[in-house]
């Protein structure tokens, strides 16, 4: 074999021998970044951009103004961690446990939070634009002065959520349990809010312009002073709510919608009574 064979073959094994080594390195170096996470704490102020952190598990975790952008935290457990100001935009963490966490002003924006466990958590001044949190439990979780635009909850658990104040234009929260939740001023303008359950809910003050609310139940909910401009009743369960002060409710969109005789309406608004 001639000497110029033998020195191709020779270059060739070894560049074969630094991609298998420098794999090696980098699935290693992954490894020993999350035992090091836990081994501090948390990793407050780092760079973890397009870290594999799948299945971390730390309680009281410290990832303030943290970078996990497009993170893979499929299947994390890190209840009552501090996220505040971390930036978790198109990270992936469906499944993962947030319960009790703090995402107070967190850059969140495309995130997937599908299934997560997310109940009890503050993600006041958070910016969720386009985040999926289908089948997500947000129950008793603060989202006040959030901005979640074109988010998806279908099919998530929200009961005694804070939604005050916050940003929900083209929302989806089709089949979600708002049951005691509060909707205070909250701006909900072309939402998808259809087969919703609000028991008790407060969307006082709120926009529903554009809203749709099919085979809705909105038993006992406060609906005072609220913009319905364009939005759509139908087959909605009113029993018990008080629309008194709401405006713009045109009644050729209030179709099917009932009633009964502890109903608030606003004028020229009439309802059947509900026998569903």
């Known amino acids: 074999m001639s000497k110029r064979v033998t020195g191709l073959l020779a270059g060739c094994l070894g560049v074969m021998t630094l991609v298998a080594v420098s794999g090696t390195v980098q699935a290693g170096s992954d490894e020993e970044r999350m035992a090091e996470i836990k081994d501090k704490g948390g990793c407050p102020r780092c760079d973890l951009r397009l870290a594999e952190l799948r299945a971390l598990t730390l309680e009281n975790g410290n990832f303030e103004r943290t970078n996990l952008r497009e993170v893979d935290l499929k299947e994390a457990v890190l209840p009552n961690a501090n996220f505040r100001r971390a930036d978790f935009r198109r990270a992936e963490a469906e499944r993962a446990d947030f319960s009790g966490s703090d995402f107070t002003d967190a850059t969140m924006r495309s995130v997937d939070l599908e299934k997560a466990n997310l109940s009890n958590a503050i993600l006041a001044g958070a910016d969720l634009r386009?985040?999926?949190?289908?089948?997500?439990?947000?129950?008793?979780?603060?989202?006040?002065?959030?901005?979640l635009r074109n988010v998806t909850l279908i099919r998530s658990e929200a009961e005694g959520a804070s939604f005050k104040d916050a940003k929900m234009d083209a929302v989806n929260l089709e089949r979600v349990d708002l049951t005691n939740a509060n909707f205070q001023n909250a701006r909900i303008?072309?939402?998808?809010?259809?087969?919703?359950?609000?028991?008790g809910a407060d969307f006082s003050g709120a926009d529903f312009t554009g809203v749709r609310l099919v085979s809705s139940d909105l038993s006992g909910a406060n609906l005072t002073g609220v913009n319905f401009e364009g939005a759509l009743l139908r087959r909605t369960r009113l029993?018990?709510?008080?629309?008194?002060?709401?405006y713009n409710l045109d009644p050729s969109r209030v179709l099917g919608a009932c009633g009964d005789e502890n109903t608030k309406l606003p004028a020229g608004i009439e309802l059947v009574k509900c026998s569903y």
Not at 130 to 147: K, M, P, R, W
């Open 130 to 147: 386009d985040a999926d949190l289908n089948a997500s439990d947000v129950s008793g979780a603060t989202f006040d002065e959030a901005d």
């Open 189 to 199: 303008r072309q939402g998808k809010l259809d087969r919703i359950k609000a028991h």
């Open 239 to 246: 029993a018990g709510a008080d629309l008194s002060a709401s």
